[in-house]
Structures are given as C-alpha cells and as structure tokens.
C-alpha cells in the first residue's frame, strides 16, 4: 500500500511537464477540491458531525485576504493565516453554538447553512466589501502576492495543500483525537462513558477543519481573481466539499481524495459540454442524483468499497 | 484507587412521572451492592443519575470527597465511576480491542500504550481470541464482556454494571459471575442491578430494594428476599402472607 | 411610526400566513410520520408555483382552479420520491436520509432552473390587482381568496385526519409505530401516502401563492428555510403547531419588512433560524440522550 501511495506522489510530481495546460487546470482543481474536502472530513467524516455550511469557511478566508492584501498591501502569504484564524474563528462559534445547546443531525446541519446564508447575505449587503459584485484582483502575476504567471506553481501548491490536509488528517487519525473522534461519531453517549469530552473534541475537529478551509478560501480568491458572495458562501460550494467526501468515502484517509479524481473531471467535462447559459444548472442535477445514488448504493463510500472488493480478491488462494 | 459513594435524597420526575424519590444510598468502599426491583423501579435511572447522564430534581451524591452533581458524564468517568449499558452500546465499526482502547484512553493519552493496556483488559474478561473481531459480529455473552471490559479500561474506582446478565444462558451466567467475582476482588466496588435473583444474593455483600422510585428495603441478602415490602412489590399481596417469617 | 403601515403589514401578514400554515403543515405531517426531514420540502412548493404557471399560461386555467391539480400532481411526486428513495433508507441513519433528501432538492431546485431560467415569474389570475378597503387599511381580494382556500385545506387535511380511518391510521403510526403494525397497519402504504399528502399540501400552497408572490428556482431554499422555522417553533410534528406557527412567523415577516430593507428579509429569516435551533424547548433532543 505504502508503494503505490509513493509510486503515486512521484508520478503527480512529475505529471506537470506533459501536462496539456487545459489537463493542468483540471488537476489544480483535482487537488484544491481533494484539499477541501479532505479538510470538511474532519468534522464531517471523522467526527461524523455533517456541516453543509463549510463554504462560509472559503468565504471568510478568501475576502480576509483579499482586504487585508488590497486594503493594507498584506502578502496573501500572511493574509492566508489570518484569513483562516478567522474562518477558525466562525468555526469555533457554529461548534460552540451548535454543541453546546446539543444540536445533532439534522438540527446541526440546517444550522451550519443558516450560519453561511447568514454570511453571505451579509456580504453582498456590505459595499466595502465589493457588495453583491464581489471583489477583482489585478493580476500582477508577482509571488510575493500569491500569483504566478506559470500555472504550474498552482498545480504544485494545490498539491501542497491537498497533501498537507492529508497529513494532517492522518495524524490526527492515529492519535487520541481521532479515536475518540471515531467513537463520538460511532455513539456519543457510549464515548462519554468512557471518559471521552464530546464537546471538547467536537468542537475541535470543527476549529481545525474550518481552518484549514480557511486557507483554501485564499488559494481560490488568488487562483480565480475573483470572489462572489454568492460563489463563495453559496450553497453550491458547500455541496462541492461535501460531495467527494461522501462519494469517495467519509471518514477515511483516502475517500476525499478518490473522490475528487472521480467527480472533478465529470464535473468539468459536464460543465464542458452541457454548461453555459441556460444550461448552468445541469451540472448541479448531476451532483444530485449522485449524492441519490451514493446514499442508496453506496453509503460509504467508493474506497471502502473497493478496499473490500481488493481484499477479496487477495484472499481468494 | 477505592472511594465511598454516598447519595441523599436524590430525586429525579420526567414530566408528573417522579422516577426516583428521595433516594439514599450508600456503597463503602470495596462493596458489592445489589440493587433490585421491578420493571420501572427506576434502577436505571438511578444509575444515571450517578454517573451523570441525567441531572437531579434534588439531591446530592458525593464520590469521594467531592459532590458530583452537575459533573459531565465523562468527567464523571474520570473521577473513577465507570458504567455499563443495559442495552450494549458498541462502537459499531471498531473491533473488540479498538472498542476497549477508547477506555483505555481515559488514563493513558498516548494511542500506542492505550491498546497495549486495552490487550491486557481484553485478555482479563476471556475477550483474547476475540480481539480482532469486528464489534458487531459478536454474540450476545461476548457483547456483555466486552461492555464490561469497556468499562473497566477506564480504570475505576467503582462499577455501576446494569442487568449484564440479562439474555445469557445458565452457563454464560456463570462465566460472568466469575468474572465479576475477579474484577470485585481486584478492589474495584461494584453496583449491580439484575433481575437474576440468583446470581445477586450470591454475589452481593448487601441489596436495596426499588419500588416504584423509593428503597423499600435495605440489608443482607436473606433479610432483603424475606423482607414483606420486597415480596410484596414483584409478587404482590397474597404471597406476604406465604413467606416463611 | 406610521400606525397604518403596521395594521397594514399585520393584515398582510396574517392573510399570506395562511399559505405558509398549510407549508408547514405538510412538512410537519412528513416528519411526524416519518421522522424525515424533507429538505425539498421548498423546492416542491417552487415546483407548484411552476405547475401553476404552465397551467396558466398553457391552458389558461386560473391558478385558484388549477390548484387542485397542482396538489394532486405533488403527490404524486411525494408518493414516487418515497416509494423510490426514501423507503430504502427509512431505517438508516439520520445523515443518509438528509443527504438523500438534500440531493432531491439539488435536483428539483435545478431541473426547474433548467427548464425555466433563473428569471422571477408570477402568475396572472384572474382577480388580478382588485382590492377591498376596510378603514385605512386595504385587501388584495388576491390574498384574501390565497388565506381562504389555504384554510380550508388545512381544515380538510384536519378532518381527513381526525374523522376517517385512512386518517386515523396515518395518526396511530406517527403516534407508535410498533403498536399500528400490531393492529395491521401497513406502514409502507401509510408513509407513501403521508409523504404524497404533504407534497400535496406544497402543490397546493405553491399554486396559490403563485399570483401574489414573484418565484424562481432559487426561491425554494427560502422557502424550505421558512417551513422549518414554522415547524421548529410550532413543534416538530404538531399540527396545530404548524398551522399557529405559519400565522406568527408570517406576520412577524410582515412587520419586518415594514421596518427594514428589502434585502435584509433573507438575513432575518436565517438568524430567527439559528436563534429558535438555539433556544428550542429543552428535552427534545436534550444536552443528554440516553
């Protein structure tokens, strides 16, 4: 297992220079959606506590950024940081809100997306910071300002990021956090029998996931040169974190990852041939029908899936 | 690590329901209490009431030397009162020792000395061919121990076991006698609500008795089972009369 | 202040409120039969709202007629959307179902986008702009037809449920599950129907709001926002609840918007959200479950 995880890295290492610049588009987005989506499986997938609201998270660190490096001449580099304090800071509120008075399921969920429509209408509502419009970044194409003329540094960043969740994940997974996070998922009850702090551990998978977020928030501001309440606090954004996760298997290492090289290049490809215009909405029909399908068919996800379908097949003399 | 757990007057309703009433209850340090009683004497809210899950309409309970009222469950179990579920409650998707190792947590943070130690509790209850087995698959019996085992990661001071034996065959009852008798003589205190009369006067130091959410009957085994309250309360009149005096 | 606004907005208030009592009853009859939260639950209405516009403009039937057929269409849908979906994870845990329920809405909300366009639509009826003038304060006769039908269905989903046995045996499974299929109740049957009755009620509650309210495909998160609001307040699973709740939280609306601007509607919504998830009874779903 431990070779192909290496085999792997060595060939996105390398991928970069026989890449199509269309191809490296697409797995700069492979790898910022994995990123995404590995952090929201933190709290999500580990802890088990579903957050449909975590584009709120992109929101705050992306405009933080943005206004500090505009506003203040703050290199994205810093601002990155505070914008993801911040976005950690609107995590620590939805989780101490949210575990404190002991909202679970579906309660939880409905409050994370009021939490992140809150957000949104705000900002939209909010000139100084661009209104409903949003806010454009001038391309200087200077490091220093987290841009780059060459899309291979984003290509290697997003990897960067997506691999450090992952790290991060990982750690956490072997630790007491991440035992005591399986089992709050597992039966919370039963886990505060045995001496575990639910709130205590809830509320920090949510502190370290929005953060990570965060972070993201600015690689999308500085990628895209620009940010829309209503892209980066909407709804659709939540679903696009959530739905790899889900599809590639929540709570596992590897799930946020196979499932972004699943679903990107579809929704790429979907949004290629059936986006524009009036059609805008089709893409989104597609994601719906698959969370449909994931939830009857597949309910963990593809890797554990196809974890048992290889064990299987070892086993067999 | 042994501690007294004394409570008083401790009284829980659920709407105009009063579930437990002006309960006092003591268990030194060491004992193995019995607590019985028909179906809805509150014994299990009783146990809830101890270890945190429920909070009181009035009352205290101390362990040790503080009060613990008002205490989160699992600051609770950290103080040294461990509990089993009447239903067990298995982490669904870890194995027997994964399970045991979220106990064992509890005193030991670092991951890799919790299974070792977890291994050990695993081996204690008769769990050891078991260990790598996937919680679910379990039988009924080896769910039972595994919610003990559990519990006793956590390294009490004192055990509240609620109705372990409930579902298990003669032989599996016998099994778990053993090991209760094992895990009481090993210093731990021990609170016992059962419906197997049996298995409770022969383990127990002393009984109290529940009835309708207030002790009815407290002492040795022999005086609690003779005792008219006590007859009277699962079978009912007629039979006090029949009861050798 | 202006007292004439106010009685205004109380009046119009009151008057919408009872398209979002029968919103909110339907929800609230899903989830207390079902225990499903059913995150389309505005998407659907949207949907109704659609259905009454074809109807409208295709077959020039008047949307207070053609509500009857919108009603009937939702539930139709409600009766596939459970057989199809919801039957299969009825017993699996509570974030299958939400997912499950969050991807019909994904794909309700956007199949309308798709068909429709993202532009806002509106009905004509015919009563179209007449008014009734009582003192200083006047009536969409538009509205005032809206609250009378609205309340009459709920008062016939009252009377379905309470006097006939269909009914009665909706209620014993909601009540206790167990207990109705010991006495024969074929629970499948009765959440199909239940679920088909509550996309009814939307079909129908869309269809009438159609000539007063401007809609589009982005509309049913609002809405589906609102009904839960309702719901929570009321209590989930009460009727009388729901129907209470629909009359408060539209005039509160009302009132609102005579207070402040426009776009800050959609904020206020939400933020009465997070503070009745925060404040909601006790005991429910406690700080401590056993």
């Not at chain 1, 992306?62 to 001449?73: E, H, Q, R």
């Not at chain 3, 909601?280 to 779903?285: C, E, I, V």
Request: charge should be positive.
């Amino acid at each position: 297992m431990r070779w192909a995880a290496v085999a792997a890295l060595a060939v996105l290492l390398a991928l970069p220079a026989v890449l199509s610049s269309y191809a490296l588009t697409i797995f700069i987005l492979i790898f910022f959606y994995g990123f995404l989506g590995q952090a929201w499986n933190i709290v999500g997938g580990y802890a088990g506590q579903l957050s449909a609201g975590h584009a709120a998270f992109v929101g705050v660190g992306g405009y933080t950024a943005t206004m500090l490096a505009t506003a203040a001449g703050l290199t994205p580099w810093l601002g990155m940081f505070v914008g993801a304090a911040l976005a950690a800071l609107l995590g620590a509120i939805i989780g101490y809100l949210g575990f404190r008075f002991g909202l679970r399921g579906f309660y939880f969920v409905l409050l994370t997306v009021a939490f992140a429509e809150i957000c949104r209408v705000a900002v939209s509502n909010i000139d100084a910071l661009g209104g409903p419009l949003g806010l454009y970044i001038t391309f200087t194409g200077d490091p220093r300002q987290f841009q780059f003329q060459d899309a291979r540094a984003y290509y290697y960043i997003a990897l960067a990021l997506m691999l450090a969740a992952t790290a991060i994940a990982w750690a956490i997974g072997r630790r007491r956090f991440g035992v005591y996070l399986a089992a709050i998922r597992e039966d919370e009850t039963a886990a505060e029998a045995c001496g575990v702090n639910a709130f205590r551990y809830k509320l920090l998978a949510m502190v370290v996931s929005s953060f990570l977020t965060g972070l993201g928030g600015t690689f999308y501001a500085f990628y895209l040169f620009s940010l829309q309440p209503n892209s980066l606090f909407g709804i659709p954004l939540s679903v696009e974190i959530i739905l790899r996760p889900i599809v590639g298997g929540a709570g596992t290492l590897v799930g946020p990852i196979l499932g972004s090289f699943i679903l990107t290049p579809l929704a790429e490809l979907s949004r290629l041939y059936l986006g524009g215009g009036g059609l805008y909405g089709a893409h989104l029909i597609a994601y719906g029908v698959l969370l449909i399908g994931v939830v009857l068919f597949l309910p963990e996800g593809a890797y554990p899936r196809l974890r048992r379908l290889f064990e299987r097949r070892i086993s067999r003399p | 690590m042994t501690a007294r757990l004394e409570a008083r007057g401790l009284s829980r309703s659920f709407g105009g329901l009063r579930a437990v009433a002006g309960l006092d209850l003591t268990v030194a340090p060491g004992e193995m209490l019995g607590l019985i009683g028909p179906n809805g004497a509150g014994k299990t809210t009783v146990f809830n009431l101890l270890s945190g899950f429920l909070a009181p309409d009035a009352g205290d309970v101390r362990f040790g030397d503080r009060s613990i009222v008002g205490l989160p469950p699992h600051a609770i179990c950290r103080l040294g009162l461990a509990r089993t579920f009447q239903i067990t409650r298995p982490f669904a998707s870890m194995t027997v020792l994964e399970n045991v190792r979220v106990g064992a947590l509890a005193r030991h943070p670092r991951a890799a000395e919790a299974l070792d130690r977890a291994r050990e509790v695993v081996e204690r209850v008769g769990l050891g061919v078991r260990a790598g087995v996937a919680a679910t698959a379990l039988t009924l019996a080896e769910r039972k121990r595994l919610e003990l085992a559990r519990a006793l990661a956590t390294e009490p001071a004192l055990l509240l076991l609620d109705e372990v034996m409930a579902g298990l065959n003669p032989t599996e009852v016998e099994a778990i006698i053993r090991l209760i008798r094992d895990v009481h003589a090993s210093g731990i205190s021990v609170v016992l609500i059962e419906h197997n009369m049996q298995a409770v006067m022969a383990l127990s130091h002393r009984i109290v008795a529940l009835s309708f959410g207030e002790k009815i009957a407290e002492g040795t085994p022999v005086d609690v089972a003779n005792h008219p309250k006590v007859i009277e309360a699962y079978l009912g009149d007629e039979y006090v009369r029949a009861a050798p005096a | 202040m202006d007292l004439t606004l106010v009685l205004q907005g109380l009046v119009s208030g009151l008057l919408f409120g009872g398209v979002y009592s029968l919103m909110a009853v339907g929800l609230t009859l899903i989830f207390g039969v079902m225990r499903v939260v059913n995150f389309a639950h505005g998407d659907m209405m949207v949907w109704g709202m659609y259905l009454a516009y074809l109807l409208a403009s295709r077959a020039g039937l008047d949307p207070y007629l053609g509500f009857v057929l919108c009603a009937a269409a939702l539930f139709v849908l409600g009766l596939l959307v459970q057989w199809s979906l919801v039957d299969r994870i009825i017993a699996a845990p509570h974030e299958m179902q939400i997912l499950l329920m969050l991807g019909v809405a994904l794909v309700l909300e956007n199949l309308a986008l798709v068909a429709f366009g993202p532009e806002p639509t509106r009905v004509r009826s015919s009563l179209g702009a007449a008014t009734l003038w009582l003192g200083p304060v006047f009536f969409d006769v538009a509205r005032l037809v809206t609250f009378a039908v609205a309340v009459a269905l709920t008062v016939a989903l009252s009377v379905f449920l309470y006097r006939t046995d269909a009914g009665r045996m909706i209620r014993a499974v909601a009540d206790n599950t167990y207990g109705a299929l010991v006495i024969g109740a074929d629970a499948r049957r009765v959440y199909a129907v239940a679920f088909g009755v509550g996309a009814a009620c939307v079909g129908a509650a869309g269809a009438l709001v159609s000539p007063i309210l401007p809609f589009q495909p982005s509309t049913g998160l609002s809405l589906s926002v609102t009904s839960f609001n309702i719901v929570i307040i009321g209590g989930m699973g009460s009727l009388p609840g729901a129907f209470i709740g629909g009359l408060l939280v539209s005039v509160a609306e009302s009132l609102g918007a005579v207070f402040l601007k426009p776009s800050l509607k959609e904020l206020m919504s939400f933020s009465l959200l997070v503070l009745i998830l925060l404040a909601r009874p006790a005991g429910l779903f406690g700080r401590r479950t056993l």
